[in-house]
C-alpha cells in the first residue's frame, strides 16, 4: 500500500508561482513509482496535468501547462514536486498527487495511477 499526502496549496494572485509537494509512503519503495499530478476543477472532470518516470529522466505535461509547470522527484526524500509558473485563473483546482505501480512511467492515463493522494487546493485570483 501506498499513502500519498500533497502539500504546498494555497492562495496566490495570476503570474505567481507556487511549488507543491507530495510525500509517499508504505511499503513499496518509492523509488520504483511512476508519478503523476492531476488537477480538478469545481464543475469540471478531473485531468492530467504532469507525469514523471522512476528516475525522472522522463517526464509529459499537459499541453494547458507545458512552459509553465515543472515536475521532479528526489527519491532519497520520497517526495515528488510540481513547481509552477506563472499561474492562471484557469489553473484553480484541487491538485492530486497519483502513484502508478509495475510500471517505469505511467503517463496521463489516470486508470495507471492505483494510488492517490486526498489532494491539494489552488485557487489563484484574477
Known amino acids: 500500500q501506498v499513502q500519498l499526502v500533497e502539500s504546498g496549496g494555497g492562495l496566490v494572485q495570476a503570474g505567481d508561482s507556487l511549488r507543491l509537494s507530495c510525500s509517499a509512503s508504505?511499503?513499496?519503495?518509492?523509488?520504483?513509482?511512476?508519478m503523476g499530478w492531476f488537477r480538478q476543477a469545481p464543475g469540471k472532470e478531473r485531468e492530467f496535468v504532469a507525469a514523471?518516470?522512476?528516475?525522472?529522466?522522463?517526464?509529459s505535461y499537459a499541453d494547458s501547462v507545458k512552459g509553465r509547470f515543472t515536475i521532479s522527484r528526489d527519491n532519497a526524500k520520497n517526495t515528488v514536486y510540481l513547481q509552477m509558473n506563472s499561474l492562471k485563473p484557469e489553473d484553480t483546482a484541487v491538485y492530486y498527487c497519483?502513484?502508478?505501480?509495475?510500471?517505469?512511467?505511467?503517463?496521463?492515463?489516470?486508470?495507471?495511477?492505483?494510488?492517490w493522494g486526498k489532494g491539494t487546493l489552488v485557487t489563484v485570483s484574477s
Open positions: 497519483a502513484a502508478g505501480e509495475g510500471m517505469y512511467f505511467a503517463g496521463s492515463r489516470d486508470a495507471n495511477y492505483g494510488h
Open positions: 508504505g511499503r513499496t519503495s518509492f523509488s520504483v513509482l511512476a
Open positions: 514523471i518516470s522512476w528516475s525522472g529522466q522522463s517526464t
